[in-house]
């Protein structure tokens, strides 16, 4: 070979590696989903559009709003674009009544945190956000009542807002500007935050019936859930003054939602307290507003009818005297539907007459033989274009039917889950082994999951024990098929609390699980309250649970034995490469323990590096990511995330070594390493400035970009990450209220 061929050989060599270096440090453009699993939270409130036939409406308290897409046949999450966390809580929503474009969302989570009117041309799709005085509570109690939010059917451009706190608001512009109805009785009881919510106004009723479009309606009706003397109030001269509605039941009934029908008869519902729990008894009344007559339909009268008040009522808009309400907080039996098609005269439980198909969300079993019908129903409603259709909101999903007549021809109804595109849970821990399935969760209220696909509801969750929160999950880093997991324990009601599991281990990747229970440590179990973390060796043939006492165990918990030297407190880790080895971080001494024989005994460390505020990152909240990480595959290698930065040993904790950057790091993970690199990226929820984002690193914590968007905030409520250590680039994010998202390297060609 010449030398004009060695140089050129040389010279593409050297552009080969330029092209890698430069895809790997400039590929940051990402795809963004949802792990699927189906649900799994609270949606208070379901609304179909009166303007355009197959348009409704989803309220979550949580997770945002969604919207019905009838031609992809799922529903889609609407504020995903949206930054501010506490507009993920929705107190109501109202589409135009006219314009199916239109649509208004009153957004708050808690009532310490700013609220808002989200308003809307597009379906949702894009938002215009009015900041507003008066505070919310999506997710406080009362959040199933409504509907508070409502549009005047003449007058578009006039809404009215139940607030909690501050009485009656309305708007004259279509939402943008907001002013307290000073008319209105009721004026509120303000705001503490250190007392129960208050319920306020519950719902707001325009009668279409006295205007005319374009003309105001003139009769108003506003429900008051607080506990005072009279509950509900009318208008009849568009809001300029009110009184009280005449003979109205009596002061112990909270009216929490009604309806109003094409004849002027308003159904309401009543509970004696706001829900979602703690209600124990409820009615139903009839009101015909043009003989001012009151009449109670309560469809369960017997005097052993179960605890339990009703919420949920909806009416069929095309046959006059039908329709349905449901029960709530009535745990035994179970919750209802009941229905009438004669105004309340006859009543039909439609419980004992339905099934439920939920092969499409398995986990809605629990492991029985079919899922319950369902609790916390405080949403109900039927189509208004389809009498046949019918759909109502639980605690962990939202069903529906197609069928509701067969219940008038004494026939069985069939419920589906319809939460296609709809992911509303909580998540607590991820991990991503680098064998088997590719991730397992920590769920919040159901437990978690194998998840074997990413685009299908798991038909494994983490059952036997089962448990409600899963806050632990570990793998055995060089046998990854040994799991272990810790958590709130799933008990019946009534059942002893000291018999809890809260500890299990699986060796097939969690698709089966063995429980595990310490013994009692000073006369007592300590780990009954799912708060006691768990770890595994790298080998999988060590447990170690940090109960007051550290204890750990070689025989899948036949035996138990004192961890020696690990004080009260303090969580050991696993290193992941090396069998012999766990480490545990002292927060309030500045200092490493370890252990070089299995957890048997740890030593302290004479460790330097560690800055100097460590208990500044210490948290008695075991839901919070542990700050002190150990690296996937390299023995020694440990992470420890403080409040003044990111920190790295490589020698098994003798010494740390700042991480310089300008993303300060929350949450840590690991991912498959880079192309031509060996140590696993990094992904990080943390913040740059005032930015609280999503952020990857391919040089091992020393630069950051960003892998979120302005397209995918998800309210920036980060719990917990982690990577995919076969997938470069792939990144979980564990969300508050909007699931599992995951993020996939848009990689092009250079």
Same mark, same amino acid.
């Given at each position: 070979?010449?030398?004009?061929?060695?140089?050129?050989?040389?010279?593409?060599?050297?552009?080969?590696?330029?092209?890698?270096?430069?895809?790997?440090?400039?590929?940051?453009?990402?795809?963004?989903?949802?792990?699927?699993?189906?649900?799994?939270?609270?949606?208070?409130?379901?609304?179909?559009?009166?303007?355009?036939?197959?348009?409704?409406?989803?309220?979550?308290?949580?997770?945002?709003?969604?919207?019905?897409?009838?031609?992809?046949?799922?529903?889609?999450?609407?504020?995903?674009?949206?930054?501010?966390?506490?507009?993920?809580?929705?107190?109501?929503?109202?589409?135009?009544?006219?314009?199916?474009?239109?649509?208004?969302?009153?957004?708050?989570?808690?009532?310490?945190?700013?609220?808002?009117?989200?308003?809307?041309?597009?379906?949702?799709?894009?938002?215009?956000?009015?900041?507003?005085?008066?505070?919310?509570?999506?997710?406080?109690?009362?959040?199933?009542?409504?509907?508070?939010?409502?549009?005047?059917?003449?007058?578009?451009?006039?809404?009215?807002?139940?607030? @909690?706190?501050?009485?009656?608001?309305?708007?004259?512009?279509?939402?943008?500007?907001?002013?307290?109805?000073?008319?209105?009785?009721?004026?509120?009881?303000?705001?503490? !935050?250190?007392?129960?919510?208050?319920?306020?106004?519950?719902?707001?009723?325009?009668?279409?019936?006295?205007?005319?479009?374009?003309?105001?309606?003139?009769?108003?009706?506003?429900?008051?859930?607080?506990? !005072?003397?009279?509950?509900?109030?009318?208008?009849?001269?568009?809001?300029?003054?009110?009184?009280?509605?005449?003979?109205?039941?009596?002061?112990?009934?909270?009216?929490?939602?009604?309806?109003?029908?094409?004849?002027?008869?308003?159904?309401?519902?009543?509970?004696?307290?706001?829900?979602?729990?703690?209600?124990?008894?409820?009615?139903?009344?009839?009101?015909?507003?043009?003989?001012?007559?009151?009449?109670?339909?309560?469809?369960?009268?017997?005097?052993?009818?179960?605890?339990?008040?009703?919420?949920?009522?909806?009416?069929?808009?095309?046959?006059?005297?039908?329709?349905?309400?449901?029960?709530?907080?009535?745990?035994?039996?179970?919750?209802?539907?009941?229905?009438?098609?004669?105004?309340?005269?006859?009543? #039909?439980?439609?419980?004992?007459?339905?099934?439920?198909?939920?092969?499409?969300?398995?986990?809605?079993?629990?492991?029985?033989?079919?899922?319950?019908?369902?609790?916390?129903?405080?949403?109900?409603?039927?189509?208004?274009?389809?009498?046949?259709?019918?759909?109502?909101?639980?605690?962990?999903?939202?069903?529906?039917?197609?069928?509701?007549?067969?219940?008038?021809?004494?026939?069985?109804?069939?419920?589906?889950?319809?939460?296609?595109?709809?992911?509303?849970?909580?998540?607590?821990?991820?991990?991503?082994?680098?064998?088997?399935?590719?991730?397992?969760?920590?769920?919040?209220?159901?437990?978690?999951?194998?998840?074997?696909?990413?685009?299908?509801?798991?038909?494994?969750?983490?059952?036997?024990?089962?448990?409600?929160?899963?806050?632990?999950?570990?793998?055995?880093?060089?046998?990854?098929?040994?799991?272990?997991?810790?958590?709130?324990?799933?008990?019946?009601?009534?059942?002893?609390?000291?018999?809890?599991?809260?500890?299990?281990?699986?060796?097939?990747?969690?698709?089966?699980?063995?429980?595990?229970?310490?013994?009692?440590?000073?006369?007592?179990?300590?780990?009954?309250?799912?708060?006691?973390?768990?770890?595994?060796?790298?080998?999988?043939?060590?447990?170690?649970?940090?109960?007051?006492?550290?204890?750990?165990?070689?025989?899948?918990?036949?035996?138990?034995?004192?961890?020696?030297?690990?004080?009260?407190?303090?969580?050991?880790?696993?290193?992941?490469?090396?069998?012999?080895?766990?480490?545990?971080?002292?927060?309030?001494?500045?200092?490493?323990?370890?252990?070089?024989?299995?957890?048997?005994?740890?030593?302290?460390?004479?460790?330097?590096?560690?800055?100097?505020?460590?208990?500044?990152?210490?948290? #008695?909240?075991?839901? @919070?990511?542990?700050?002190?990480?150990?690296?996937?595959?390299?023995?020694?290698?440990?992470?420890?995330?403080?409040?003044?930065?990111?920190?790295?040993?490589?020698?098994?904790?003798? #010494?740390?070594?700042?991480?310089?950057?300008? !993303?300060?790091?929350?949450?840590?993970?690991?991912?498959?390493?880079?192309?031509?690199?060996?140590?696993?990226?990094?992904?990080?929820?943390? #913040?740059?400035?005032?930015?609280?984002?999503?952020?990857?690193?391919?040089?091992?914590?020393?630069?950051? !970009?960003?892998?979120?968007?302005?397209?995918?905030?998800?309210?920036?409520?980060?719990?917990?990450?982690?990577?995919?250590?076969?997938?470069?680039? @792939?990144?979980?994010?564990?969300?508050?209220?909007?699931?599992?998202?995951?993020?996939?390297?848009?990689?092009?060609?250079?």
């Amino acid at each position: 070979m010449n030398n004009f061929a060695r140089c050129l050989t040389r010279l593409l060599g050297c552009l080969a590696i330029l092209l890698t270096l430069t895809a790997v440090a400039q590929s940051h453009q990402y795809e963004w989903r949802n792990v699927r699993v189906g649900g799994g939270g609270f949606s208070p409130g379901i609304i179909f559009s009166t303007a355009e036939e197959g348009l409704a409406y989803l309220r979550t308290d949580i997770g945002g709003v969604y919207r019905w897409e009838r031609k992809s046949k799922a529903w889609l999450p609407l504020q995903d674009a949206i930054a501010q966390s506490n507009y993920f809580g929705i107190e109501s929503i109202a589409p135009d009544p006219r314009d199916p474009n239109v649509v208004y969302v009153a957004a708050g989570m808690y009532r310490r945190e700013p609220a808002a009117i989200l308003r809307s041309s597009n379906r949702g799709d894009t938002w215009d956000i009015v900041p507003v005085p008066f505070r919310m509570g999506g997710t406080e109690d009362g959040r199933g009542l409504g509907e508070r939010l409502a549009i005047d059917p003449n007058d578009t451009s006039i809404l009215y807002f139940g607030s @909690r706190h501050d009485g009656l608001q309305r708007s004259t512009d279509r939402g943008k500007t907001w002013s307290k109805v000073t008319s209105f009785p009721h004026a509120g009881r303000g705001m503490r !935050v250190d007392a129960p919510t208050n319920a306020g106004i519950s719902f707001v009723i325009f009668d279409s019936r006295s205007g005319a479009p374009g003309t105001r309606s003139r009769t108003l009706y506003v429900g008051v859930a607080d506990p !005072v003397e009279k509950h509900l109030f009318v208008s009849v001269d568009a809001g300029a003054s009110w009184h009280t509605v005449e003979d109205q039941p009596a002061a112990k009934w909270l009216p929490v939602q009604a309806q109003l029908d094409s004849r002027g008869i308003l159904f309401v519902t009543y509970a004696t307290s706001i829900g979602p729990n703690g209600i124990l008894d409820g009615a139903v009344f009839r009101f015909d507003t043009r003989t001012n007559e009151w009449r109670d339909i309560t469809p369960d009268k017997s005097a052993a009818k179960p605890p339990g008040g009703y919420m949920g009522v909806s009416l069929d808009r095309r046959r006059p005297g039908a329709l349905v309400v449901a029960t709530v907080n009535r745990w035994e039996p179970g919750d209802t539907i009941w229905r009438t098609r004669d105004d309340g005269e006859h009543w #039909t439980s439609l419980r004992e007459i339905s099934d439920r198909d939920v092969s499409s969300t398995p986990f809605l079993t629990w492991d029985e033989t079919r899922a319950e019908f369902g609790h916390w129903m405080s949403g109900v409603a039927i189509d208004p274009f389809d009498s046949t259709h019918i759909a109502y909101t639980t605690g962990a999903t939202v069903y529906a039917a197609r069928e509701l007549t067969n219940a008038d021809a004494g026939k069985r109804l069939l419920w589906h889950p319809w939460v296609e595109g709809v992911e509303e849970t909580a998540i607590i821990a991820l991990t991503s082994p680098p064998l088997g399935p590719p991730l397992l969760s920590g769920f919040g209220d159901i437990s978690g999951f194998v998840h074997d696909r990413l685009d299908r509801s798991p038909s494994t969750m983490h059952l036997h024990p089962a448990f409600t929160n899963t806050v632990f999950l570990d793998y055995a880093g060089r046998a990854p098929n040994m799991i272990v997991r810790g958590g709130r324990a799933r008990l019946p009601r009534g059942a002893d609390r000291n018999e809890a599991i809260t500890l299990a281990w699986s060796s097939d990747f969690g698709r089966t699980w063995s429980p595990l229970k310490v013994p009692a440590q000073e006369s007592q179990r300590s780990d009954v309250n799912g708060d006691t973390p768990i770890a595994v060796s790298a080998d999988g043939a060590t447990f170690v649970a940090m109960t007051p006492m550290p204890m750990f165990t070689r025989d899948r918990g036949a035996t138990w034995q004192r961890a020696e030297g690990l004080p009260r407190g303090l969580r050991a880790i696993a290193d992941r490469d090396e069998a012999s080895r766990f480490y545990a971080l002292d927060f309030v001494e500045r200092r490493i323990l370890l252990s070089s024989d299995g957890a048997a005994s740890f030593t302290t460390l004479a460790t330097s590096g560690l800055p100097q505020d460590t208990q500044a990152t210490y948290s #008695t909240n075991p839901e @919070r990511p542990h700050p002190l990480l150990a690296t996937p595959g390299r023995a020694g290698e440990l992470w420890f995330v403080g409040a003044e930065g990111l920190y790295r040993s490589s020698n098994a904790g003798s #010494t740390f070594a700042h991480v310089p950057s300008d !993303v300060r790091v929350i949450a840590l993970g690991f991912g498959k390493s880079p192309p031509n690199r060996t140590h696993p990226t990094l992904f990080a929820i943390g #913040t740059r400035g005032e930015l609280l984002a999503i952020w990857r690193s391919d040089d091992e914590g020393r630069t950051w !970009v960003r892998i979120n968007d302005e397209a995918h905030e998800y309210g920036r409520r980060f719990r917990v990450i982690t990577g995919d250590p076969r997938v470069y680039g @792939r990144v979980y994010v564990g969300t508050d209220g909007r699931g599992i998202v995951y993020g996939n390297l848009v990689t092009r060609d250079l």
